[in-house]
């Protein structure tokens, strides 16, 4: 007796005002299964849960969805809700000043005669923190949890609703190594309690590890479905997703580079910051390090070693509070106490949340692509609308990026193409120095290449390029030179050359980390006092 199919999905197309995501999209899911989605970013991955979930209603689409072989038509997320899907995207829904049990209940209270019986919530709160394996008060306030555990809050309000099909879209692409290997451990536990997943990655490693079935999405289309477990399973490794997904053999992952480095330029030295709203917390304890001329530096690290508090502290000092330390460009000291200051001497920063930091979703891309040099195409406080169309229209095209035209609102582009229009935007200031802050976090294989040669490309002109990145693959790839980091401070630098994983992961877990002048001092003046 063969598996139960409990979703199929025939025919499913969705149209945007000039634009087809969805042609004819067919899937079909065993029960009991964890099922992955492969594609790169615009291959209409989302549209098509979206569509599922009810987000994009019935009527609004065409083709068919059947559940346990039934025909389903979602006038909204209540009904999928009702019939047992549940959708979990990538921006987490939860707020962040409302309790665990708050979130989890929220438009599902739980009342007795109009009013929520707190005790009886708290207790069934305790219970899906339990299924889940989260060991948090069910008072606590969500924004005091990391997003591994929000994640896991997620998955436990969608477990409230008696879920049947869990659907999550990119739930590592924020998480450390630590907490998604708990959350891809907790989909496997709740495979073998008879909940189906349905999960969208871009870490193809993840999706190999972990689905026993995957389908790959290339142009809006349904390229083929491959087993992965049970019967007529395939044999298939991260080269054969890759070939379906963009359609070629990417062949190295990384774009091949003779390094021509150039004499040192840009110098740290003991840079020193205190955590903003913790003084007694050092985020960096006297960094110092050099960056020279065509040069790509790698900064690695664990989550909470500094190097985002590094970044975001030597771009104007955006980031804690400044204790000390110097920076310097061409052997001259500079002084950047302001974000302007950072950009008007020729620094960069493409931060590692790209929504949040890096763009207005309610901005044109023509908008995106000028907004931090608008003094170049402005005159008297003017800007120049013709000059300023020639400027976003010649960075979509050299950066390829997808869009009708540079009218379309950044929202309505892929994460892909989102990343390249940030990168668009302080390209267009000429830097010197170019901080990529995880770069290439919740983009597909593809637009990955396409960053990647993008960075050589920076490094072959002459610039500078800072590279921070929680794949060690990549700056390994990458980078000339990789600077470790730890608990705030340098452990190390390594020449490509001679680094590999286990090296840099023993940094990166090393306790007495290189001492520095300033920190001393800092120290010796605390434990005076």
Request: charged share 30%; aromatic share 4%; with cysteine.
């Amino acid at each position: 007796m063969g598996v139960a199919r409990l979703l199929e999905m025939r025919g499913i197309t969705k149209e945007f005002p000039g634009v087809r995501a969805l042609d004819g999209v067919s899937l079909a899911v065993e029960e009991g299964e964890i099922h992955g989605i492969c594609g790169e970013n615009g291959a209409g991955k989302s549209t098509l849960m979206k569509v599922l979930s009810g987000v994009y209603p019935q009527g609004s689409f065409q083709g068919e969805i059947l559940l346990r072989g039934r025909p389903a038509a979602f006038r909204g997320i209540w009904d999928s809700e009702a019939a047992g899907v549940a959708i979990i995207h990538q921006e987490l829904a939860l707020v962040p000043e409302l309790s665990i049990t708050e979130n989890l209940f929220l438009g599902h209270e739980v009342a007795r005669g109009g009013v929520i019986d707190w005790v009886r919530a708290d207790a069934r709160a305790r219970e899906l923190l339990d299924r889940v394996g989260l060991r948090e008060r069910p008072g606590t306030a969500v924004k005091h949890l990391g997003v591994g555990k929000q994640q896991l809050v997620e998955i436990a309000k969608a477990l409230g609703k008696d879920v049947e099909l869990l659907i999550l879209d990119e739930p590592t692409a924020a998480l450390n190594e630590g907490d998604s290997e708990h959350l891809l451990g907790l989909l496997r536990g709740l495979r073998d309690q008879g909940v189906t997943c349905i999960l969208i990655s871009h870490k193809l490693g993840e999706v190999l590890g972990i689905a026993d079935g995957v389908t790959i999405l290339r142009d809006g289309r349904s390229v083929e479905t491959l087993r992965l477990t049970g019967e007529g399973k395939e044999a298939v490794d991260e080269d054969r997703l890759i070939r379906g997904m963009v359609g070629r053999s990417l062949g190295s992952r990384f774009p091949e580079r003779v390094s021509s480095l150039g004499e040192p330029f840009f110098e740290v030295r003991d840079w020193t910051v205190r955590h903003p709203q913790d003084p007694d917390r050092l985020v960096c304890k006297g960094v110092s390090f050099t960056l020279r001329r065509g040069e790509i530096l790698g900064i690695a690290g664990l989550v909470g070693a500094g190097r985002t508090e590094l970044a975001r502290s030597l771009f104007g000092r955006s980031y804690g509070v400044w204790e000390g330390g110097q920076v310097l460009l061409e052997g001259r000291e500079l002084r950047l106490p302001r974000v302007r200051d950072a950009v008007r001497h020729g620094i960069a920063y493409v931060s590692e949340d790209r929504k949040a930091l890096g763009l207005n979703l309610l901005d044109s891309l023509r908008t995106t692509l000028v907004a931090a040099g608008l003094g170049r195409i402005s005159r008297h406080g003017v800007v120049d609308r013709n000059r300023e169309f020639a400027v976003a229209e010649g960075y979509r095209r050299s950066l390829r990026i997808k869009a009708p035209s540079v009218d379309a609102r950044v929202s309505t582009l892929s994460g892909g193409n989102q990343q390249k229009a940030v990168l668009g935007k302080w390209l267009f200031t000429e830097p010197e120095v170019l901080i990529l802050d995880e770069p290439t976090r919740g983009i597909d294989v593809g637009a990955k290449y396409e960053i990647y040669v993008l960075i050589r490309q920076l490094a072959a002109e002459g610039k500078g390029v800072i590279l921070i990145s929680s794949e060690l693959p990549e700056l390994l790839g990458l980078a000339d030179r990789i600077c470790v980091l730890c608990e705030g401070a340098v452990a190390g630098v390594v020449d490509r050359s001679e680094a590999d994983q286990e090296r840099l992961m023993r940094l990166m877990t090393a306790r007495g980390s290189a001492p520095s002048p300033l920190r001393e001092r800092i120290v010796r003046e605390e434990a005076g006092s």
